[in-house]
Each structure stands twice: as structure tokens, then as C-alpha cells.
């Protein structure tokens, strides 16, 4: 095989590993507007149409690029032949942001509907593995985004970065239990079991770089 044919092959690799990308971000956007668009034609109010039903967008989306994290940063041989490993983690930095922005107004979101429909705030355990996951997905992102304020090590900054790996299994758990789009959409039901397997095994990849191969 010619080195232009290896090229050709290369980013004809990339660009499926995009629109593989582009797939699993639409379908839960597509199954949240199947779930939720005629709620838009009624009139529920602003908590329910303003708050309630964006923060479930922004989870579902936000999980995904979640997923996406792992496979960025992963430095699988495989993606580092498609794409630099400079640019799949300058990609990981400015999805991380979105990422998180978007997970934490879905737990704000759903706090503050309680609040606004109800005067309360209900906390079950569902909810409460969502709020742990939040808070352990705070700190992994602020070592990362304040590492040198903070004075921290590249060390320590990594093993609190590493707090995403017990946040993922976390949030899949709650999204399974509590989701109505999840639990109404069996493609997105599967694609959720499809992610958390695909984090095993990224999971597994990394400890058998760091324990077996190094
Ligand atoms: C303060 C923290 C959190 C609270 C109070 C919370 C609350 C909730 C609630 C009440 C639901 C059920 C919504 C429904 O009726 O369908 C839900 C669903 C969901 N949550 Fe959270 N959550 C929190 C954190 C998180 C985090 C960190 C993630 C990470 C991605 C997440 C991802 C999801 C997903 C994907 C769904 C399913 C949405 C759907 O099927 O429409 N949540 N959450």
C-alpha cells in the first residue's frame, strides 16, 4: 500500500469516527424533542417548559460528552493514528468545559424546579447519587482548570482529575433509574448501556497501560 493510499484510508477513518460522534449526540437530542416537543404546544408553565425539560436536554447531552472525555484523553493508539494527540486534548479541554456547564445546569435546573414548583427541594437517593456525582465532577474540573492558583502538583491535579472515572458509572446509574426520556426511548436506553461498556473498556485499557504494560 502507497503512502497516499495509507493517508486516503486515515481520513476516510476520521471522518467516520466524526459522523459516528455526530450520531451519538443526535439521538438523544432527537429522542428528548420525540419526549418532550408536545409539551411545548400546552401551556405547563415556565418551570416545567423553562427549566424542567432544558435540564433534561443538557443531562443527556452532557452525558455524552462525558463519554467523549474519556476517548479523548484515553491516548488509544487506534484514534491517535485518525487525529494529533495535541488536538484530540485541545478538543478534551473545550468539550470538558461545555460538558460541565451543561451537567451542572441540569443538577441547578432540577433543584431550582423543585423549588420554584413545589417551595421544596426532594432529595432520594437517585437524586443524591446526581449530587455526589456533581460535586466529584466539581473538583475533578477545578484541579484541572485552577491546577496552578491551586498550586497544585501534576500529581495530585491527575488523581483528582481521575474522580470522572467513579463520577460516569455514577450518573449512568441515576439516569437509568430516574430518566423519563431513558426510560421512554429504548435506543437511548441502549445507548446509555452502549457508553457505560464502552467506559469499561477504556477503563480496562488504562489500567492495563499503566500496571501491565509500564
Ligand atoms: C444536583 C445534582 C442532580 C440532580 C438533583 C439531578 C436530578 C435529576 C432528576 C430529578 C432527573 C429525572 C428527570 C425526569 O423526570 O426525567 C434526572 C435525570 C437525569 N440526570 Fe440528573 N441530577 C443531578 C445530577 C446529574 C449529573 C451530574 C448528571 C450527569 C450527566 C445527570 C444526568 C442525568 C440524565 C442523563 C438524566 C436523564 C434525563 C432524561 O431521561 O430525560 N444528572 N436528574
Known amino acids: ?100 456547564l451543561m451537567v451542572l445546569l441540569h443538577g441547578v435546573g432540577m433543584l431550582a424546579f423543585d423549588l420554584v414548583s413545589s417551595g421544596e427541594i426532594y432529595l432520594y437517593t437517585e437524586t443524591i447519587v446526581g449530587l455526589v456525582a456533581l460535586v466529584l465532577l466539581t473538583a475533578a474540573v477545578l484541579a484541572a482548570w485552577f491546577f496552578k492558583p491551586l498550586k497544585l502538583s501534576l500529581n495530585q491535579w491527575r488523581t483528582i482529575h481521575l474522580l470522572t472515572y467513579i463520577v460516569f458509572p455514577l450518573v449512568i446509574w441515576h439516569a437509568l433509574m430516574l430518566g423519563s426520556t431513558v426510560n421512554a426511548v429504548p435506543t437511548l436506553r441502549y445507548l446509555l ?21 509500564s
Open 1 to 100: 500500500m502507497t503512502a497516499t493510499t495509507t493517508e486516503k484510508d486515515g481520513s476516510g477513518m476520521a471522518r467516520i469516527a466524526v459522523v459516528v460522534a455526530v450520531i451519538l449526540v443526535a439521538i438523544p437530542a432527537w429522542a428528548w424533542t420525540r419526549e418532550s416537543a408536545r409539551f411545548y404546544t400546552m401551556d405547563l408553565g415556565f418551570a416545567f417548559l423553562g427549566i424542567y425539560l432544558p435540564a433534561r436536554l443538557l443531562a443527556l447531552l452532557g452525558l455524552v460528552f462525558m463519554f467523549f472525555q474519556f476517548v479523548l484523553a484515553a491516548r488509544i493508539p487506534a484514534v491517535e493514528r485518525l487525529f494529533k494527540r495535541g488536538k484530540l486534548l485541545k478538543i478534551h479541554r473545550s468539550l470538558g468545559k461545555w460538558a460541565y
Open 193 to 213: 448501556i452502549g457508553l457505560f461498556a464502552g467506559y469499561v473498556v477504556l477503563l480496562l485499557f488504562r489500567l492495563y497501560r499503566k500496571f501491565i504494560v
